[in-house]
């Protein structure tokens, strides 16, 4: 199974990001630009500690971002591979683009939270 990026459904464009996402299998496939500093923090409330629930692996394309976890912060920058554990806040800065890969029901579960913060 394959998809370009141009084919990869757009679900969320705002003045801030533009998200790209698809799910196979057990896994959710995600292309994200952001085009602004783009703090994802606010749209975590109510998850417990307030931080994403859901385990990433991905590359950064282009940008920065910044992962906050409860007791440290780690600068993932364009080249750069990553894994991401639950419990962090990602703040990305403008004309980041990264491709992530997440586990569909850990990922589900907090965008039912993230979706009603939007």
């Known amino acids: ?41 606010p749209l975590l409330k109510g998850l417990p500690d307030n931080s994403c629930q859901s385990s990433h692996w991905g590359y950064v394309i282009k940008g920065r971002m910044v992962i906050k976890y409860k ?16 419990g962090h806040i990602a703040v990305m800065d403008a004309g980041t683009e990264i491709m992530e890969f997440s586990p569909n029901d850990e990922y589900s579960k ?9």
């Open 1 to 41: 199974m394959k998809i370009s990026k141009q084919e990869l459904p757009v679900t969320l464009e705002s003045d801030a990001m533009v998200i790209q996402e698809v799910v196979w299998g057990n896994m959710h496939v995600g292309y994200e630009t952001y085009k602004e500093h783009t703090d994802l923090g």
């Open 71 to 86: 007791d440290i912060e780690e600068i993932i920058t364009a080249g750069d591979f990553y894994y991401l554990t639950p």
């Open 110 to 118: 907090t965008m039912e939270v993230v979706e009603k913060n939007l």
